[in-house]
């Protein structure tokens, strides 16, 4: 089990790489697609060979949502709320992983799937009520925050608590493509968070669309290109750092 979570491990590390790679393609005006892990799944099935490579990213993420659920379950904290928190904390992280999943398998069967156009109908749908409203905007705050732990996490090197960071030159890499990762990837859910909250008063539900929607807000910016391009590079990082992840991880 433990060889079939850093495989998946991996994989997180694959679909951010693709990721950032639209994003990069997006903010030098010489591709298309959504900058999320549906179009990464695209990008992955276009490729010769490549259903087979999306059933390795299926299989990944179906053995790193069980190691997930069974870290979750399975946890042993000191107190009853710590027990609870790590609970809900990794639960999430389970179904982010199971909708990867389910991405996949759309795609594995020949058929297409758009997340970005999936939660922006959500979000058109929770606008329309005063009380989904309300969930929308807890939404965009809950991602925010998580955006700004990522940061946090990126700055201050937290994210090393849980890898054995090797020695020398391949432990400064390792390290700098981390926190350049971490920050990176908060940065995106920050705005994602953002754009979440917004919606019911801009009535913009296409820009609250996860991941897609806040990397292609960047272009909107003054200088948004280049803010986009440095985002898709850090976004790379990222899934680069999670691929050296998957053997230095601590399970």
Do not use: C
């Amino acid at each position: 089990m433990r060889l079939l979570a850093r495989w998946g491990i991996a994989t997180i590390g694959l679909l951010h790489v693709m990721i950032g790679l639209i994003a990069l393609g997006v903010a030098t005006g010489r591709g298309s697609g959504e900058a999320d892990q549906s179009g990464a799944i695209a990008q992955i099935s276009r490729i010769p060979g490549g259903i087979v490579l999306v059933w390795i990213v299926l299989i990944g993420m179906l053995a790193l949502f069980t190691w997930q659920l069974m870290t979750a379950l399975l946890a042993n904290k000191s107190s009853l709320r710590s027990r609870w928190g790590f609970r809900i904390v990794e639960l999430g992280k389970a179904v982010g992983y199971l909708v990867i999943a389910a991405t996949a398998f759309t795609f594995a069967r020949g058929s297409s799937t758009s997340t970005a156009e999936l939660t922006s109908n959500m979000s058109a749908a929770l606008i329309k009520t005063p009380v989904g409203a309300v969930v929308l905007v807890i939404i965009g705050l809950v991602v925010l925050i998580v955006g700004i732990s990522f940061v946090v996490s990126g700055v201050t090197g937290r994210f090393t608590e849980a890898i054995r960071v090797p020695r020398g030159l391949a432990g400064i890499t390792t390290t700098a493509l981390g926190a350049i990762g971490y920050v990176a990837k908060g940065l995106v859910l920050g705005v994602a968070g953002v754009l979440f909250a917004l919606a019911p008063f801009t009535l913009d539900h296409d820009s609250a669309s996860g991941i897609d929607g806040a990397l292609k807000a960047l272009v909107e910016l003054p200088y948004g290109a280049i803010a986009l391009a440095l985002t898709g590079v850090g976004v790379i990082a990222y899934g680069f750092f999670f691929i050296l992840r998957a053997r230095l991880v601590r399970l």
